[in-house]
């Protein structure tokens, strides 16, 4: 596992600065505007800190295989469930531990926030809190006269659902600083087992 040192470097960039290269990494945001990220980041985080908690009402599956896919946690829409997976999960406790992160994260917090997390993409998914977070974001996809058409911007019901999961789990840092956590031990070789992949920089989901 990495040393403390390195994880103080990491603990050194706050939750908007995470999300912001999150944004600057979704593909359709090459050359964007940093100060634009910058805006949607803050925008995205407010909004997921503000939901009101969100009952997980999709199927919930446990297993393991998320070492393989990269993945804490997957929802798929078809019909509405939430995977998690319980190897990856315990891989980020220990990694917790070994960046002495356990005040920010306690025991049992990854499994809640990666539940909480999936919930919202449920919820944004199904509901009207996406066409919210459009209009809140403020990006025009297009104009005729009066009429303007708030845009789609990658990335950001991510941003939103890590800062519902921070705040509802009551963690001291967002999900994101511990999946880029997860994706330096992943460059450095200290979390590979054989045959497997480890989580990438952000808990991929994939809808139907």
């Given at each position: 596992?990495?040393?403390?040192?390195?994880?103080?470097?990491?603990?050194?960039?706050?939750?908007?600065?995470?999300?912001?290269?999150?944004?600057a990494?979704?593909?359709?945001?090459?050359?964007?505007?940093?100060?634009?990220?910058?805006?949607?980041?803050?925008?995205?985080?407010?909004?997921?800190?503000r939901?009101?908690?969100?009952?997980?009402?999709?199927?919930?599956?446990?297993?393991?295989?998320?070492l393989?896919?990269?993945?804490?946690?997957?929802?798929?829409?078809?019909?509405p469930?939430?995977?998690?997976?319980?190897?990856?999960?315990?891989?980020?406790?220990?990694?917790?531990?070994?960046?002495?992160?356990?005040?920010?994260?306690?025991?049992?917090?990854?499994?809640?926030?990666?539940?909480?997390?999936?919930?919202?993409?449920?919820?944004?998914?199904?509901?009207p809190?996406?066409?919210?977070?459009?209009?809140?974001?403020?990006?025009?996809?297009?104009?005729?006269?009066?009429?303007?058409?708030?845009?789609?911007?990658?990335?950001?019901?991510?941003?939103?659902?890590?800062?519902?999961?921070?705040?509802?789990?009551?963690?001291?840092?967002?999900?994101?600083?511990?999946?880029?956590?997860?994706?330096?031990?992943?460059?450095?070789?200290?979390?590979?087992?054989?045959g497997?992949?480890?989580?990438?920089?952000?808990?991929?989901?994939?809808?139907?």
């Amino acid at each position: 596992m990495t040393t403390p040192a390195a994880a103080t470097d990491l603990a050194q960039t706050d939750d908007v600065e995470w999300a912001v290269r999150l944004l600057a990494a979704t593909p359709t945001h090459e050359g964007r505007d940093p100060r634009m990220l910058r805006q949607w980041a803050l925008t995205a985080d407010a909004f997921g800190s503000r939901l009101a908690p969100v009952a997980c009402t999709a199927r919930v599956v446990e297993r393991d295989g998320g070492l393989e896919e990269g993945l804490l946690a997957r929802y798929t829409s078809r019909p509405p469930t939430v995977e998690l997976f319980n190897d990856a999960i315990a891989l980020a406790e220990r990694v917790v531990d070994a960046r002495r992160w356990r005040d920010w994260y306690p025991p049992g917090s990854v499994r809640a926030a990666a539940l909480a997390h999936e919930a919202v993409h449920a919820h944004l998914h199904h509901g009207p809190a996406r066409a919210a977070l459009k209009r809140a974001l403020g990006h025009t996809a297009l104009r005729l006269g009066r009429l303007r058409v708030p845009g789609h911007v990658a990335g950001a019901e991510e941003v939103a659902a890590h800062a519902y999961a921070r705040t509802v789990c009551g963690l001291g840092r967002s999900p994101l600083l511990l999946t880029a956590a997860l994706a330096a031990e992943a460059r450095a070789g200290a979390v590979t087992r054989p045959g497997s992949t480890p989580p990438r920089n952000r808990d991929a989901r994939r809808e139907n």
